[in-house]
């Protein structure tokens, strides 16, 4: 029988060391201690009660995407509207998505989504501008994606290796407002051109 690959035993030639693996008994023994904590096993790397935190002012900017977008989307009126007013609806639908797997995660470590409106506007890092003209609107979105796109990069770095899960997730979001600001940027030159 093939000798099959095994955590925690020495490599037979000795020269390879092999990644390094936790041994299984080590590894059963800390997922059975301290269960209530779900998710969050001994090996997590990130302070929770940081990571948490910063997942929710993540969530407080989306939120206040969300709103900002919706009435966008209801307000945007004249000639070139109406692919704007569908660009505005798609992005407020995918800033909630957004803020949906965020509030998930944050469950997942053990903390809570903190979605009170009293606190949301301070919390968040991108501001709520109603905005008055359509060229406004679009402008103080661009503005409010790329406030999300530094601080979500800023939080990428310091969850790099050390939760790899919230990392994940924060790198798939910030990729998704940077197509944002990229479809903003569009629409402003249109409009410039048109
Ligand atoms: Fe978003
Ligand atoms: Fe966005």
Known sequence: MAETPSRGNPSPSGSNPGP???????????????????????GYGADRDTVVKMLNDALATE???????????????????????DEFLEHAGEEQEHADRIAERIVQLGGEPDL??????????????????????????LVAER???????????????KDPTSNRMMRDILAVEEEHAEDLNSLLQGLKAG
Request: glycine share 4%.
């Open 20 to 42: 390094r693996l936790t041994d299984v008994k080590t590894l059963r023994q800390r997922a059975r201690a301290n269960l209530e904590e779900g998710a969050v096993t001994p």
């Open 63 to 85: 939120i206040v995407c969300v709103l900002r977008y919706r009435r966008h989307y209801f307000m945007a009126q004249g000639l070139s509207s109406e692919s704007v007013k």
């Open 116 to 141: 009170n409106p009293a606190t949301l506007v301070t919390r968040s890092h991108s501001e709520y501008v109603e905005g008055t003209s359509l060229v406004d609107m679009i402008r103080e979105d």
């Open 147 to 161: 406030i999300a796109i530094e601080s979500y990069r800023e939080m990428v770095e310091y969850l790099d290796g």
